[in-house]
């Protein structure tokens, strides 16, 4: 099958003299398609539902998507503070915050209880599949560098801090809830 997107991307950048690079970038877009994978249709005949001939979102659509970076720069020779040169010069620091939308999944529809085990019973919705998207994510990370001259080239010391508060982003998503799985959680038939 084939997957189409339609979207905008948006992108402004800045620079204040030696010591300060930014931008901001931001895209809208949308996905869709007949089937988000090669497979997908022999499956869902498989497990006895119609064949799709619509158009729905891809799985892998992830509509909003914004970053900021900030790079600072301390140049050589021109330490922070006027203070310590050689010591608070000649390094750089990178932040990056990034949003994005959560992943799609297709929501499921409550059929009440089974007697037997006393548990509820979901179907999928398959009128508005990959209809709704989880949780977003969102994280900062921080680079910092330090560039030391050596007499035969330059050796670069750096810390890299990946997700700084700790975000915690679903990589599953429950189709029951929304969101990651989280322990006595209802799930659908079959999980």
């Known amino acids: 099958d084939y997957g189409r997107v ?10 204040f003299g030696n010591w300060f690079r930014g931008g901001v970038a931001g895209s809208y877009s949308i996905a869709t398609g007949k089937s988000s994978t090669p497979n997908e249709n022999v ?16 799985i892998w659509d992830r509509p909003v998507q914004v970053s900021v970076t900030l790079n600072f720069t301390v140049p050589k020779d021109q330490p922070l503070f006027d203070a310590a040169p050689g ?3 000649n390094w750089n620091a990178f932040v990056r915050l990034f949003y994005q939308s959560g992943k799609r999944y297709t929501p499921q529809l409550y059929t009440g209880t089974d007697p037997g085990t006393n548990r ?11 209809g709704k998207t989880g949780d977003p994510w969102f994280y900062i990370d921080i680079n910092l560098e330090k560039i030391i001259e050596l007499g035969f080239g330059k050796l670069v010391a750096s ?5 700084v508060l700790n975000t915690q982003n679903s990589q599953i998503v429950n189709p ?7 322990y006595g959680d209802a799930t659908q038939t079959g999980y």
Not at 43 to 58: A, C, K, M, S, W
Not at 176 to 182: L, S
């Open 6 to 15: 339609r979207g905008i991307e948006v992108e402004y950048k800045t620079r």
């Open 43 to 58: 499956v869902r005949i498989q497990q006895g539902e119609p064949e799709n001939i619509r158009e729905n979102y891809l």
């Open 176 to 182: 029951v809830t929304g969101r990651a799985y989280e």
């Open 87 to 89: 010591i608070l010069d």
């Open 159 to 163: 810390l890299e801090i990946q997700n």
């Open 120 to 130: 509820p019973q979901y179907i999928a919705d398959l009128d508005n599949i990959n």
